[in-house]
């Protein structure tokens, strides 16, 4: 029965090398149905690894492309190399397909291929989903490695969270409300004591690339609150912490106050 070409699906691999992405698309494919066995990169038995080269490596050195079908799809999994020495292939790869994957090793965090990748996927304009792989190793940590994928900057994005919600507002307004946010005076007290006081004309990134920048790794939505700051440990520094009890106040001119009140863990 020949394939409807709206049904098939062009999935790329990508990430830092030694991170898994070969034995992901491997057990996809054992998953769908589409081999028998698992194969292992460390006895040159995978799919996508055949060339005799990449078997006694033990790396990817080619893009390679296996299919399997799923609920009336077939999806073409791309498997692209990590190494810095063979980027180009995963660059070309990533040209071909609708949507990437990212293999994270969940030891190591964001490395610096991750950051490449993760790049030519912006320039292509591709839809992404985060794989925090490895966790059955020694020293691996689920969240710090989220807290990896989410810096910047040495900031979080929004709050610390990653498509979900802060527990923060509502204050809402339109854009004739505030025609330039880059001319707003903001405050933040403490027990009525401001503690911080400027204005956002100072903002290092203006509000327009806060939003560019963080619309490619999360879904923006109206109404959206995005939580900015000061960089790590300027706080710290004044030996002033927070306390149950303590009551927060960040204003924002022409919008109004966000309140909240600190309690214990």
């Not at 030519?120 to 969240?143: G, M, Q």
Request: charged content about 20%; proline content about 5%; hydrophobic content about 40%.
């Amino acid at each position: 029965m020949a394939l409807d070409i709206t049904n098939i699906r062009n999935i790329g691999f990508v990430g830092h090398g030694g991170v898994g992405k070969t034995s992901l698309v491997e057990a996809i494919l054992f998953a769908a149905g589409a081999t028998t066995r698992i194969g292992r990169v460390d006895d040159g038995t995978t799919t996508t690894d055949f060339d005799p080269d990449e078997i006694k490596r033990k790396i990817s050195l080619n893009t390679s492309v296996a299919f399997c079908d799923y609920k009336g799809h077939r999806l073409n999994l791309v498997d692209t190399p990590g190494y810095g020495d063979f980027v180009a292939d995963a660059r070309a790869g990533l040209r071909v397909v609708s949507a990437a994957v990212v293999v994270v090793d969940a030891v190591a965090g964001v490395q610096v291929q991750t950051e490449k990748v993760w790049k030519f996927a912006n320039e292509y304009a591709l839809p992404r989903v985060v794989v925090i792989n490895r966790l059955d190793r020694e020293r691996a940590d689920f969240f710090r490695t989220l807290e990896s994928l989410q810096k910047r900057h040495t900031q979080w994005f929004k709050g610390k969270s990653l498509d979900t919600f802060c527990p923060m507002g509502p204050i809402l307004v339109t854009a004739d409300d505030v025609p330039d946010p880059q001319a707003l005076a903001i405050s933040l007290r403490v027990n009525g004591q401001v503690r911080q006081q400027s204005h956002t004309s100072k903002m290092i990134f203006p509000v327009a690339q806060c939003i560019e920048v963080l619309s490619q790794g999360m879904t923006l939505l109206p109404a959206d609150i995005i939580a900015t700051g000061t960089p790590g440990g300027v706080g710290a520094a004044t030996g002033n912490f927070l306390k149950p009890g303590d009551r927060m106040e960040a204003e924002v001119e022409g919008i109004g106050v966000l309140a909240n009140k600190i309690v214990k863990p």
